[in-house]
């Protein structure tokens, strides 16, 4: 479904990835896992072409996509959920989940309103409200309707778990399973590996700009070096005391 093949980006003389070849077949739930900085927000953003990038091909569902704009990579059945979920805090609901159907004809926005509603029922009880006013968790849950309104077949989700409590990670995980079991595609970035790695087929692992591991998540899990370096502070007090 995506492949993106030896891309280079740099801000300026900062390389900020490095042949970084990724791919997720149809269906699949692959998850990058990386420190603060590794270059995830990056990746993602570049796979959309919301930056641009120096070197490499993109590919999407057979189609290379390297040198389409944003709206146009869209149009084909990608979309991000990008970090920090950037809501529409003074619109309602409702009208932040219009946004994201805006190149959609004003039925199917109707219909894939429903729809929301339906999947995030939450969103439907507060859809008159202020976006701003919402938790957390239900922001995620916006930012991802908002994602879901164009009907992608592909999601690109940049660290979900940013700023909410375990139980909630656990909420938006859960509905990422439940999409992700009627057939959409998921590539997510976190800084949170046990999450995503537990929730995922496969994984990499980003380090500097580089991938430098690779594999299914179940293993990645249980490498020694992922979880000395990646799922952190646990592991230390209980291990390396
Ligand atoms: N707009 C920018 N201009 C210059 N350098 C940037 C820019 N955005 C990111 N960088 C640099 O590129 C590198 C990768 O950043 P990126 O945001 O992709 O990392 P990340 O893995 O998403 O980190 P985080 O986990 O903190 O979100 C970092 O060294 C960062 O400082
Ligand atoms: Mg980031």
Redesign the pocket.
Known sequence: MLEVKSLSVS?GA?A?LMNVSVHVAEGEFVSLI?S???????LLNSIMNIIGHSKGTVTFKGKEITKLNTPKIVKGGMAIVP?GRRIFSNMTVKENLEMGGFTRPAHEVKEKLEQMYDMFPVLGERHDQTAGMLSGGEQQMLAIGRALMTSPKMLLMD?PSMGLAPLVIKEVYEKLKLLASTGLTILLVE?NATMALKYAQRGYVLENGRIILQGKASELLGDNEVKRAYLGKEYKEKWER
Do not use: S
Not at 36 to 42: C, L, Q, V, Y
């Open positions: 801000y900062v900020a990386g603060n900085g590794a270059g995830k927000t990056t970090e660290e800084q």
